[in-house]
Each structure stands twice: as C-alpha cells, then as structure tokens.
C-alpha cells in the first residue's frame, strides 16, 4: 500500500517536562495539551525518601534538575517546566527562581516551575486570596503557605492528607470533599496542590459549584509552558484558561474560619 500521498506527520513543538521519579499522572499532563504540541518527559533518580521535605529537596537539587535538562536537549524543547509543586516551593521564591536560572542555562530555553507557573496564574486570575487542598502532611502544607506568603498572598482555609506515597492512587471523590471542607471566607480561588494528584476532571466539577476559580498544580504548569508557545491550553470550562468562564455570580459570604486543620 503506497502512503506516500500521506505527505507528514506534521511538525510538532516541543515542552520539555522534568517530573519526580515517582509521578505517575503522565496521562494527565497531555489531557491539556492541543495536538500541535509534544510532551517531552524526564525523571529525577530514585531515592528511597517518602514525600516530605526532604525529598522535595533531593529531587530539586540544581545539577539533578541540570542533568534532566541536559538529556531533553536532544528533541530541542522550546520550553522546560519542572512539574514538581514542593520540589519548587520548598526553597521559598529565591529558590524557585534559582531553579529556573539553573534548568535555563542547562538547556538554553526558558524554563519554569509549577510554584512560579501558580503564583503567575493567580495574577492572571486577580486573586490574592485562596484556598488550599494538598495532599500533603502538615510541614509540607506548611512550606506551601510560606511560599504563598512571600508572594503576598493569603491563605483563608485548607485541607490536607497527610500523604507519604501514592498520592496518584487518591480518587476524585476524595479530593472534591477535601476541596468543599477548604473553601472557607472570602477566598478569590482554590488550589489544589501536588502535580501527583489527579485534578483535571474535578475543576469544572468544582468550578460550578463554588463559583470561584479552581486551579491545580498540572493545570498550571501546562498553562503556563503552553503561553511561553504562544498557544493555550486545552480544558473544558476552567476559568484559567478560557476568560468567559470567569464571570460568575458571587456567592454569599461564608463565615470566616482561618484557624485549624482541615
């Protein structure tokens, strides 16, 4: 059979991603992404620490982060995104901003994070104010709203898990109950953390339902190394990336509960 006449495939840009050796959500990521666009994916050596701290820093260390770029050089990403929440917070925002400097001069790209890619989308969304779902344990939560204060922006309620493997195996269920016992006050949006835990078919869901913005850790990443394409992100009704989803009745304020752990 001659194929000739098929004449491609089609050129292809490429976002190259550097995940935890543990990720597990590579499906998810290419959910948002349009067809034009390839995943180039990478991992960070294994190291037998549960999620916590220090595992957020052994993952993001510079020269492992420079060596998962050095090997995605070779399919000429346009864009790098470490798709790593703790591991780009646990630093606070100097950190972060240390590990793009480190990836963009392993592979002469732009790089981001999935903590820099949050704080971006909360600006594009106005928001100063959230909610938080982690699945993390306390401390890691803990570094979380420490980065989120140096940016100035508030946390006014959170639930977390207390996970230490397996976050990809929690169900969607969980993480929407976790997200209704979270939204407390006056928060502009809710976030939902960790870029092991699966979000993509929960945010309209949620959307909906608490009228304000929901966004988590793969949307952001994805949203952001997408821009740097000049190309948006694919996703049904989630109001960062399609602007007509935004505009919301404003729900009545409920009282304010910033205290306590979820």
């Known amino acids: 059979m001659d194929v000739s006449f098929l004449g491609g ?20 990521l290419w959910r948002w992404v349009p067809d034009e ?37 070779a399919v000429e990403p346009e864009v790098v995104a470490y798709a790593c929440t703790s591991g780009s917070f646990v630093g606070g925002i100097p950190g972060e901003r240390a590990m793009c400097e480190a990836m963009t001069r392993a592979g002469a790209v ?15 969304l106005g928001v100063r104010r959230i909610a938080l779902v982690t699945p993390y344990t306390v401390s890691v939560t803990r ?16 639930a977390h898990m207390g996970l230490t493997r397996h976050i990809w195996k929690v169900p969607y269920r969980n993480v929407v109950d976790m997200a209704r016992g979270a939204v407390r006050g006056s928060a502009g ?22 009228r304000i913005p929901v966004i988590s ?26 602007a007509s989803a935004r505009q919301r009745p404003v729900p009545p304020a409920l009282p304010e509960e910033q205290e306590g752990w979820a």
């Open 9 to 28: 495939p089609h050129p292809q840009r490429g976002v190259g991603v550097v995940a935890p050796f543990d990720f597990a959500l590579d499906r998810e």
């Open 37 to 73: 666009v390839s995943l180039h994916l990478t991992r960070t050596p294994f190291v037998p620490v549960e999620v916590s701290l220090d595992l957020a820093r052994l993952v993001s260390e510079h020269e492992t982060l420079r060596e998962a770029v050095r090997a995605l050089n």
């Open 110 to 124: 732009p790089s981001l994070t999935t903590s820099g890619a949050l704080l971006r989308a909360l600006e594009e």
């Open 143 to 158: 570094a979380l709203e420490d980065y989120l204060a140096g940016a100035g922006v508030t946390v006014t309620g959170r």
């Open 189 to 210: 949006a809710l976030f939902i953390s960790c870029t092991n835990l699966p979000t993509y078919d929960v945010i309209p869901q949620l959307e909906a339902e608490l």
């Open 217 to 242: 850790a793969n949307q952001v990443t994805m949203w952001a190394a997408l821009r740097h394409l000049g190309t948006r992100a694919v996703g049904p009704y989630q109001a960062l990336i399609d």
